[in-house]
Nanobody
Framework: QVRLVESGGGLVPAGGSLRLSCAASGRTFRTYVMGWFRQAPGKEHEFVAAITWSGDNTYYADSVKGRFTISRDNAKITVYLQMNSLKPEDTAVYYC???????????????WGQGTQVTVSS
């Protein structure tokens, strides 16, 4: 099993920044991709960003390109999501996922964290 724990969410004004962290433990040797998804109230889960453990490839949703940056620290087995220029529409619960291949669909990830709330005030 892979255990994922997110942290770093909170309340921030529009235009502000937050950095989310996702710490992994367990059978991480099988983890190929780490991704971030989000779910706003009443909406479906939405892909945000993903990164391979090599760091050679990153993927972003169009809605966050240029504002969010995904990175990883392999020594700490932690993935980060730096979120800048936040907008009220970024308000959601953000989830970290681990999967075997890069993907933008939720079903392509095998393990999930419990989520962290991000609220952007207008």
């Amino acid at each position: 099993q892979v255990r994922l724990v997110e942290s770093g969410g909170g309340l921030v004004p529009a235009g502000g920044s937050l950095r989310l962290s996702c710490a992994a433990s367990g059978r991480t040797f099988r983890t190929y991709v780490m991704g971030w998804f989000r779910q706003a109230p009443g909406k479906e889960h939405e892909f945000v960003a993903a990164i391979t453990w090599s760091g050679d490839n990153t993927y972003y949703a169009d809605s966050v390109k240029g504002r969010f940056t995904i990175s990883r620290d392999n020594a700490k087995i932690t993935v980060y999501l730096q979120m800048n220029s936040l907008k009220p529409e970024d308000t959601a619960v953000y989830y970290c996922g681990a999967g075997l291949k890069p993907g933008t669909r939720r079903d392509e990830y095998n393990y999930w964290g419990q989520g962290t709330q991000v609220t952007v005030s207008s």
